[in-house]
């Protein structure tokens, strides 16, 4: 098993900027953080990879999230379902599911990470959906884009949860290479909370790709 300095590809990992940010969930504050990336891994043998990339991610932070482990909640961007409202996916209903579990705690973290479509990016993320109309699922579509299944790393945010001073956590997810993300950090997960939200029938077999062929913990 790789060690945590092995795992972690940032050079340095930085607060950029940090307000009030008042939602309809309630009273946050909002932290800006940028991770410097140098000789990323490549996603698609395809595409050359930069010498350097800068990864960014934000954290919506309410109450106090010391006195005893806080809900966090690991979310990738997603344009079509965050801001759309798309129900190809599940994502929207799980930014919101957090969003409410961390307000009704009166206390959690949301941490945002720029991830779009798996981390293949937007245009990418809608060249897969055209061949999931042809017929492949979501991780079919992203193999025949030369892309791997899921170009997604956690070592942001577990960076992030150990600039702001935790070791514990209480996880929102239905993914368990996010739980072993932040144990492989040094950040404990005490509990793992579902983020299983109703299907629709436009995301069955989207949900059903993820619990098969992903491993995530979906019925």
């Not at 930069?50 to 109450?63: H, T």
């Not at 997960?189 to 949900?207: C, D, F, H, K, Q």
């Amino acid at each position: 098993m790789k060690t945590y300095n092995e795992a972690m590809p940032f050079s340095e990992v930085r607060k950029v900027a940090d307000a009030d940010f008042p939602t309809r969930w309630g009273q946050f504050r909002i932290l800006g953080f940028e991770g410097v990336i140098d000789n990323p891994e490549r996603c698609n043998d395809n595409i050359p990879a930069p010498d350097i990339r800068i990864e960014s991610a934000v954290a919506l932070v309410m109450g106090d999230i010391y006195s005893a482990p806080p809900l966090v909640r690991i979310h990738s961007q997603c344009l079509t379902g965050d801001v759309f409202h798309s129900l190809r996916c599940d994502c929207r209903q799980q930014l919101e599911l957090a969003l409410t579990a961390i307000t009704d705690a009166g206390a959690g973290i949301l941490l945002y990470e720029q991830q779009e479509g798996r981390g293949i990016g937007l245009m990418a993320k809608l060249r897969a959906y055209e061949l999931q109309d042809q017929g492949l699922d979501t991780i079919e579509a992203n193999l025949q884009l030369g892309y791997k299944a899921d170009c997604r790393e956690f070592e942001l945010p577990a960076e992030i949860l150990k600039q702001l001073g935790l070791t514990q956590v209480r996880l929102i997810t239905n993914n368990p290479e996010k739980v072993e993300a932040l144990q492989l950090a040094g950040i404990e997960v005490v509990e793992r909370i579902s983020a299983e939200v109703p299907s629709e029938p436009t995301n069955e077999r989207y949900l059903q790709t993820k619990r098969e062929k992903m491993g995530h913990l979906v019925s």
